[in-house]
């Protein structure tokens, strides 16, 4: 069966740094599109990111945009967000999600991994 797994999540401090894997399994990784979607305290689902099958391809938000890098090693089955100059609105679980959320087309969630960015 299809299985997302995040790991990297923590607290960091404002200006820091985190970076986000997610661990893909029970499908053929290369083949999908991935994103990152993330949801803070008490809002709604937010879309982070996206990126192509193949890599070659990336959408990010304004919010993120400048600050994370999306990115994925096929070999290992692996989607990852780097995370920097991290602020308190950063707050959020972030979701790997199969698909490309922000066309509508995810189908499969990862369990999710709390990010904290508090001094």
């Known amino acids: 069966q299809v299985q997302l797994v995040e790991s990297g999540g923590g607290l960091v401090q404002p200006g820091g740094s985190l970076r986000l894997s997610c661990a893909g399994s029970?499908?053929?990784?290369?083949?999908?599109?991935m994103s990152w979607v993330r949801q803070a305290p008490g809002k709604g689902l937010e879309w982070v990111s996206d990126i192509s099958s193949g890599g070659g391809t990336t959408s990010y938000a304004d919010s993120v945009k400048g600050r994370f890098t999306i990115s994925r090693d096929n070999a290992k089955n692996t989607l990852y967000l780097q995370m920097n100059s991290l602020k308190p609105e950063d707050t959020a679980v972030y979701y790997c999600?199969?698909?490309?959320?922000?066309?509508?087309?995810?189908?499969?969630w990862g369990q999710g991994t709390q990010v904290t960015v508090s001094s």
């Open positions: 999600v199969r698909g490309n959320y922000g066309l509508g087309r995810a189908d499969y």
């Open positions: 029970g499908f053929t990784f290369s083949l999908y599109a």
